[in-house]
């Protein structure tokens, strides 16, 4: 029982050679996430965290396909960081970044239509499945594997559902946080219908 990522669920990081980016990802990778690989314009053909960079996502999804992309980029550049991600054909994105200029979330959103791609956030925790995946900036010791679903906005209210629920044996399938910007790439009824259809 899992939405959208699981431990087969393979991931590019965007910005993973920043400061954010690398924290975050070299949790992701001690908590079992395949991160197979980096993108970061100037620094392809290096390798960061034992995982290889590329210049594009193109260019990386070329050379080791994922089914999704975790954004670490500033907020002047992660709207073109999103859709570089799209147009590349990377199913799933999520966007962590902050602050990102509500006109250029207006553009993503409207771009992401004509794609087959899904944007979690920006502005967001973004998604985790027990001992499975970790794909933004939760913290793991809160969550446990079980049944029960999350979906947020605020990050408080996350991990007290998922202490609440950990403690008492019920544990998760998928911790999902939508973001707290006015605009996001995935609603409330989005994620409790992905939720519904989970067996």
Do not use: W
């Not at 670490?72 to 054909?89: D, H, M, Q, S």
């Not at 605020?154 to 202490?163: I, K, N, R, V």
């Amino acid at each position: 029982m899992a939405i959208l990522v699981d431990a087969s669920t393979r991931v590019i990081v965007q910005g993973m050679t920043g400061a954010q980016g690398s924290f975050h990802t070299e949790r992701a990778i001690a908590y079992g996430t395949q991160v197979v690989a980096g993108v970061t314009p100037g620094k392809g053909g290096r390798s960061h965290l034992g995982v290889p960079v590329f210049n594009t996502v193109a260019e990386a999804m070329s050379q080791t396909p994922a089914d999704a992309s975790l954004v670490f980029v500033p907020p002047a550049k992660a709207a073109n960081a999103i859709l570089e991600a799209a147009t590349a054909g990377v199913p799933l994105i999520v966007c962590v970044t902050e602050r990102i200029p509500i006109l250029d979330v207006v553009r993503v959103k409207k771009a992401l239509q004509q794609t087959h791609s899904r944007l979690i956030g920006p502005n967001c925790l973004g998604i985790l499945t027990p001992g499975q995946c970790k794909l933004g900036i939760m913290p793991t010791p809160v969550f446990k594997p079980g049944r029960i679903g999350i979906v947020s906005r605020a990050s408080t209210l996350t991990y007290e559902a998922a202490s609440q629920t950990s403690t008492v044996g019920l544990g998760q399938s998928t911790c999902l946080g939508i973001g707290g910007d006015p605009i996001h790439g995935t609603s409330f009824v989005d994620a409790l219908q992905l939720f519904l259809a989970d067996p």
